[in-house]
């Protein structure tokens, strides 16, 4: 079992670096690039270290709440990081795999259920996650030492909850399957259920953040009856039913896992379908090529709801906070805050963008595609939704004060210029088409570059003013642009 | 024209193309032979612009490769081994796709489009998404894919692969057509007989080294042989290991 996880995590990473011709073509720099991530020790010790360090600051953080109670509901809170991080690697992540033809291999061979090896090599994208959550767990131990006993178990648990329910989601949501007459209802219901799903998690964390606010009232409440992950892990400063909780969880949870595991095989096994032949006329529509790429991405991105959710998701990281935010009442700086959350959290998106093409990428090495091109189709598809949910940010709040439509070219840029950022940040030595490695170390330097991009703007906007905020934006947007145009 | 001299393409330690130099004219098909693994397809994708020679000099249509790539996929149309296409659109989105990145102009591509799509027999797939056509389907899309800008060079690897008779058959015919309008055609097969049949001249590479050039008829002589097969056994030095081979597991099943 070791063995062949090993060998699919190394074909997994072998593989993206064979689908970006300027590390494929320079054998030295391959060479280099696979022993970083195509090594499972090297890669996931590089990853765990670099989460180590937030795990830190959730440990002093645990350690200085001064009331057993209180660390525990802190860290409840802080387990939600493994439980979403399982749930979106593994819902994401599989469809990616799988797409990339790594399990082809073992299809004729006699394997039972091979999909525990998709299982395994997605957990391991988990284990910094859980690593981050020791030095919290351990930082429990002021207060009990049996707290930190169960909360490595609730962590686990939590990991797992999320793991479990990424399978359900790629069972139910992930398939392949393309044409016929409900293929686009299919498709946008799948897109639906995949949202609405991760949307119980901005239910959980409101509870979480009323519980936070209502601490005294609702602890004995909080402690006594929470069912639910992550509130159960609140429950480890009452040991005994904690355990019976976490015994209950496993219970619930391992059946679940082996179902879906076979599932999960059974649907690789079957590979994509055809629904039905339909005769259709072609219909020749050129564009230009940027606006032709932009438009291939989007299909893409439409046809494969992991994309699509990869897409969005960053939307889920910033509405709920930027709702309740606005929710107390529209004002320029909440709307300037939104705004600037938006942006930021656009950042994200750059590895679903980058993912688009997958494997089909050989598809474009044989056209006449330039970088700057591409660079702008990829730009245009980053911006989109970020653009679009601004701009209905600051129409919502002209509809209680036409004079918020000023912000309206702040909408339009903010990011735009995360959104540049992000592609110079990994195209900036670049001279031909490639696909770069957007490892999660990559994003978070890229989300700290972004912050600080931001950081700027924001000052000048909350110290001198709107207007010079947007000739800030203007001068930093230039470089960039013409950096992404040469 | 394609003009190739002294062409070498390494990947790390090794050499993929060691040093081969030939020479297709306008309204030609030169074949490239050689066994799995010698260095055609590597040649190939340097002569599409897709991969940069480590050395050598490689002019295709009067542009070399290695200072403008771009400009060389412009005049080039190149049919992969294995189909590179985009699975998530469908035929219809992927022409369009093509076409508006190679900057067809609209009437020209519905002509060229309809006129292939037909010749080929895939009307009925062109709604369907690529990832869920056979392999032989797929195949026709690439080609129709690679041919839609007319271009004046056609790099074809394997082209033939997966493709029913009759289609095989139209793609041959059409490749007739393409050398009578003047157009360098580089084709790689393992048909022999298909080699045989439509190359003008053929090219053998073996190791990554180009060991004999010239027509069937001059092969046959070079290496004394009745038969395009046997002349291939023989250059790449596979026949006494064919016949051993063929012993051993005659004794060994």
């Given at each position: 079992?070791?063995?062949?996880v090993?060998?699919?995590y190394?074909?997994?990473?072998?593989?993206?670096?064979?689908n970006n011709?300027?590390?494929a073509a320079?054998?030295?720099?391959?060479?280099?690039?696979?022993?970083?991530?195509?090594?499972?020790?090297?890669?996931?010790?590089?990853?765990?270290?670099?989460?180590l360090?937030?795990?830190?600051?959730?440990?002093?953080a645990?350690?200085?709440?001064?009331?057993g109670?209180?660390?525990?509901?802190?860290?409840?809170?802080?387990?939600?990081?493994?439980?979403v991080?399982?749930?979106?690697?593994?819902?994401?992540?599989s469809s990616?795999?799988?797409?990339?033809?790594?399990?082809?291999?073992?299809k004729?061979?006699?394997?039972?259920?091979?999909?525990?090896?998709?299982s395994?090599?997605l957990?391991?994208?988990n284990v910094?996650?859980v690593?981050?959550?020791?030095?919290?767990?351990i930082?429990m131990?002021?207060y009990?030492l049996?707290a930190?006993v169960?909360?490595?178990?609730?962590?686990f648990?939590?990991a797992f909850l999320?793991?479990?329910?990424?399978?359900a989601?790629?069972?139910?949501?992930?398939?392949?399957?393309v044409?016929?007459?409900?293929?686009?209802l299919?498709?946008l219901?799948?897109?639906?259920g995949?949202?609405?799903?991760?949307s119980?998690?901005?239910?959980?964390?409101y509870v979480?953040?009323y519980?936070?606010?209502?601490?005294e009232q609702l602890?004995?409440?909080?402690?006594?009856y929470s069912?639910?992950?992550?509130f159960s892990?609140?429950?480890?400063?009452?040991?005994l039913?904690?355990?019976?909780?976490?015994?209950v969880?496993l219970?619930?949870l391992?059946p679940?896992?082996y179902?879906l595991?076979?599932?999960?095989?059974?649907?690789?096994e079957a590979?994509s379908?055809?629904?039905s032949a339909?005769?259709v006329?072609?219909?020749?529509?050129?564009?230009?090529?940027?606006?032709?790429?932009?438009l291939?991405d989007l299909?893409?991105i439409a046809r494969k709801?992991?994309?699509?959710?990869?897409l969005?998701f960053?939307l889920?990281?910033?509405?709920?906070t930027?709702?309740?935010?606005l929710?107390?009442?529209?004002?320029?700086?909440k709307i300037?805050?939104?705004?600037?959350?938006?942006a930021w959290?656009a950042?994200?998106?750059?590895?679903a963008?980058?993912?688009t093409?997958?494997?089909?990428?050989d598809?474009?090495?044989?056209?006449?595609v330039?970088?700057?091109?591409?660079?702008?189709?990829?730009?245009l598809?980053?911006?989109l939704?970020?653009?679009?949910?601004?701009?209905g940010?600051?129409?919502?709040?002209?509809?209680?004060?036409?004079t918020?439509?000023a912000?309206?070219?702040?909408?339009?840029m903010l990011?735009?210029l995360t959104?540049?950022?992000?592609l110079?940040?990994?195209?900036h030595?670049?001279?031909?088409?490639?696909i770069p490695?957007?490892?999660?170390?990559?994003?978070?330097?890229?989300?700290?570059l972004?912050?600080f991009?931001l950081?700027?703007?924001?000052?000048?906007w909350?110290?001198?003013?709107?207007?010079?905020?947007?000739?800030?934006l203007?001068?930093?947007?230039?470089?960039?642009l013409?950096?992404l145009?040469? | 024209?394609?003009e190739?001299?002294n062409?070498v393409?390494r990947?790390?330690p090794?050499?993929?193309?060691?040093?081969i130099s030939?020479?297709v004219d306008?309204?030609?098909?030169?074949?490239?032979?050689g066994?799995?693994?010698?260095?055609?397809?590597?040649?190939?994708?340097?002569?599409?612009g897709?991969?940069?020679?480590?050395s050598?000099?490689?002019?295709?249509g009067?542009?070399?490769v290695s200072?403008?790539?771009?400009?060389?996929?412009?005049?080039t149309?190149?049919v992969?081994?294995?189909p590179?296409l985009?699975?998530?659109?469908?035929?219809v989105e992927?022409?369009?796709f093509?076409?508006?990145?190679?900057?067809?102009?609209?009437?020209?591509?519905q002509e060229?489009?309809?006129?292939?799509?037909?010749a080929?027999?895939?009307?009925?797939?062109?709604?369907e998404?690529?990832?869920?056509?056979?392999?032989?389907?797929?195949?026709?899309?690439?080609?129709i894919s690679?041919?839609?800008?007319d271009p004046?060079?056609?790099?074809?690897?394997?082209?033939m692969?997966g493709?029913?008779?009759?289609?095989?058959?139209?793609?041959?015919e059409?490749?007739?057509d393409f050398r009578?309008?003047?157009?360098?055609?580089?084709?790689?097969t393992?048909?022999?007989?298909?080699?045989?049949?439509?190359?003008?001249r053929i090219?053998?590479?073996?190791?990554?080294?180009?060991?004999a050039?010239?027509t069937?008829?001059?092969?046959k002589?070079?290496?004394?042989?009745e038969?395009l097969?046997?002349v291939?056994?023989?250059?790449?030095?596979s026949?006494?290991?064919?016949?051993?081979?063929?012993q051993a597991?005659?004794?060994?099943?």
């Amino acid at each position: 079992m070791r063995e062949i996880v090993r060998v699919l995590y190394r074909e997994l990473h072998y593989r993206r670096l064979k689908n970006n011709p300027q590390i494929a073509a320079d054998p030295k720099k391959f060479e280099e690039q696979l022993r970083r991530t195509g090594d499972v020790k090297r890669g996931l010790a590089v990853q765990s270290a670099i989460f180590l360090l937030f795990g830190l600051m959730m440990g002093a953080a645990v350690w200085g709440a001064g009331d057993g109670e209180k660390a525990a509901v802190l860290l409840a809170t802080y387990a939600l990081l493994p439980f979403v991080m399982a749930l979106y690697t593994t819902a994401v992540n599989s469809s990616y795999a799988v797409s990339m033809g790594i399990f082809e291999p073992l299809k004729p061979l006699p394997v039972k259920t091979g999909a525990k090896y998709l299982s395994a090599l997605l957990a391991l994208d988990n284990v910094p996650a859980v690593v981050a959550m020791i030095p919290p767990v351990i930082a429990m131990a002021r207060y009990s030492l049996p707290a930190v006993v169960l909360g490595l178990l609730w962590v686990f648990i939590g990991a797992f909850l999320g793991h479990v329910l990424g399978l359900a989601v790629f069972t139910l949501f992930g398939s392949s399957g393309v044409g016929g007459r409900f293929s686009k209802l299919r498709t946008l219901a799948r897109v639906i259920g995949v949202l609405l799903f991760i949307s119980l998690f901005y239910a959980l964390n409101y509870v979480q953040k009323y519980v936070n606010e209502h601490y005294e009232q609702l602890l004995p409440f909080f402690s006594r009856y929470s069912l639910a992950y992550p509130f159960s892990v609140a429950s480890i400063v009452e040991p005994l039913s904690s355990l019976l909780l976490a015994l209950v969880y496993l219970a619930v949870l391992v059946p679940a896992y082996y179902l879906l595991l076979g599932r999960v095989w059974k649907f690789i096994e079957a590979g994509s379908f055809t629904s039905s032949a339909r005769r259709v006329a072609f219909r020749a529509r050129v564009h230009h090529p940027v606006v032709a790429l932009f438009l291939k991405d989007l299909r893409i991105i439409a046809r494969k709801s992991a994309l699509l959710v990869g897409l969005l998701f960053p939307l889920f990281l910033v509405l709920p906070t930027a709702l309740s935010v606005l929710s107390g009442g529209i004002t320029p700086e909440k709307i300037e805050f939104t705004l600037l959350m938006v942006a930021w959290a656009a950042s994200v998106g750059v590895d679903a963008v980058l993912k688009t093409d997958g494997r089909d990428f050989d598809a474009l090495l044989a056209l006449p595609v330039t970088l700057r091109d591409f660079l702008w189709s990829k730009l245009l598809v980053m911006c989109l939704v970020p653009v679009l949910t601004s701009i209905g940010i600051v129409l919502l709040a002209a509809f209680y004060s036409p004079t918020f439509l000023a912000f309206i070219p702040a909408a339009l840029m903010l990011p735009l210029l995360t959104s540049s950022i992000s592609l110079s940040f990994f195209y900036h030595d670049e001279e031909v088409l490639s696909i770069p490695d957007t490892g999660s170390a990559e994003v978070l330097l890229l989300m700290i570059l972004n912050g600080f991009a931001l950081g700027a703007v924001a000052l000048v906007w909350y110290l001198v003013g709107y207007l010079p905020a947007l000739v800030l934006l203007g001068v930093l947007l230039v470089p960039i642009l013409w950096l992404l145009s040469r | 024209m394609i003009e190739v001299e002294n062409l070498v393409r390494r990947f790390g330690p090794a050499v993929a193309v060691d040093g081969i130099s030939f020479r297709v004219d306008d309204g030609e098909i030169y074949g490239l032979l050689g066994p799995n693994g010698s260095g055609k397809s590597t040649t190939m994708k340097i002569l599409a612009g897709i991969l940069p020679p480590t050395s050598g000099r490689v002019v295709v249509g009067g542009v070399d490769v290695s200072q403008k790539p771009l400009r060389v996929k412009e005049i080039t149309g190149y049919v992969p081994e294995t189909p590179a296409l985009y699975e998530s659109l469908t035929p219809v989105e992927f022409f369009n796709f093509v076409g508006s990145v190679r900057r067809i102009p609209e009437e020209k591509l519905q002509e060229r489009v309809d006129a292939l799509v037909r010749a080929f027999g895939i009307e009925e797939y062109l709604g369907e998404m690529i990832g869920s056509l056979s392999f032989g389907t797929r195949q026709k899309v690439s080609l129709i894919s690679a041919m839609l800008h007319d271009p004046e060079v056609l790099i074809l690897d394997e082209s033939m692969n997966g493709l029913d008779p009759k289609s095989a058959r139209i793609l041959r015919e059409l490749l007739m057509d393409f050398r009578e309008e003047g157009k360098s055609i580089v084709f790689s097969t393992h048909v022999l007989a298909l080699a045989e049949m439509i190359c003008d001249r053929i090219g053998v590479i073996y190791n990554g080294r180009l060991i004999a050039e010239g027509t069937v008829e001059q092969l046959k002589e070079l290496a004394h042989e009745e038969s395009l097969e046997d002349v291939f056994l023989k250059l790449t030095e596979s026949r006494d290991e064919v016949l051993g081979i063929v012993q051993a597991l005659k004794e060994a099943l």
